[in-house]
């Protein structure tokens, strides 16, 4: 399992997908081994990593990727290893992506497409196609995670590309509501700051006018700060910074509501399926990676549009704590069909038609 992001740092979609899903594998009796660059060890034997993690910033966002990684040590790597199929997430990422298909051949490899966007420089697109060309006759099978990821790597990608959304591990999450003595609705966003599409500035607009007309609500914000300014200091607005797992997992529990104003270039929504797993209602933006994901239990709301937003998280303020319990066991409902359980057994089939494939060429 390749992963072409800084396997060290904290949050990150593709990454915690590929670490999921390798550990879904597990429990069906495979060995993954996940190998990525990483800006910091990593203490873990199933985890190979290499250096040479560089800042790249592009749609919207900061992207630590391998850029440096050593040839020669990508080389040794699989000299000294040996795996029936490779998965690549990524696999237009420069560099580790491309050395690993030029030193594994004589392997099966399977591509996972992540990403998004909804307007496309024609230089980037003609790139993307021209790099596709060189590397994708290496690929056997090809999973986009999402339509609007499958829309987005058929310019590149000609061949049959599956559907496969990305999973959460539902038995993780708790479904039951966390008993607390404060009163005050809690909201959550799970988002790194120094990334503008995840929309922190948006909420934070949005809280304001809440707190400014007096609403009892106060604000849990977890995530990276990246190179953006501290959240503002308003009554109730509490910022945790990067949080590991376990902690995310409670505070998931803990919240009443989770709020995720995106303003795009979004595939999927990791973070709708935990707080969908925590039973929680959510209000979210109205955009393409969303709305395919959101349940019955989710607000969708205009993008960059923090009135919106704010007349949102208002009414699940007014409809009460029972009726918000009501509305995250409907989207606790939902996620089950996005558990790993079923999503693995999906991914596994494109490893056996891979494998299929690579046979028929010999």
Known sequence: MVVTYDLASAGGGVKQHALDLAEALRGFGDQVTV????????????????GGVVNVPANGSDNMLGILVSPLAVRRFFREHTFDVIHIHEPLQPSLAYWTVWFTRHLPHVATFHAF??????????????????????????????????????????????????????????????LRVDRRVRLLFVGRLGDPRKGGTILFEAYRKLIESGRDVVLDVIGELGNAPPPPDLPGLT????VDRARLIEMYGACDVFVAPSTGQESFGIVLLEAMASSKPVVCSDIEGYRRVAGPGTQLVPPRDSEALARAIEHTL?????????????????????????????????????????ASRS
């Open 117 to 178: 966007a909804e307007a496309e420089s024609t230089a980037l697109a003609v790139a993307r196609r021209a790099w596709g060309t060189t590397v994708f006759p290496w690929y056997q099978r090809a999973i986009a995670v999402s339509p609007a990821a499958h829309t987005y790597a058929s310019s590149a990608w000609q061949r049959p590309l599956a559907v496969i959304p990305n999973g959460v591990s539902t038995s993780l999450f708790s479904d039951s509501p966390v």
């Open 35 to 50: 190998i990525g660059p990483a800006s910091a060890p990593i203490d873990d034997p199933r985890i190979h990593t290499f």
């Open 318 to 358: 007014a409809i009460g704590r029972r009726e918000r319990q009501k509305l995250g066991a409907l989207n606790r409902h939902h996620v089950e069909q996005f558990d790993w359980h079923a999503i693995v057994e999906r991914v596994r089939g494109e490893y056996l038609c891979a494998l299929d494939a690579m």
């Open 239 to 242: 910022f945790h910074g990067a």
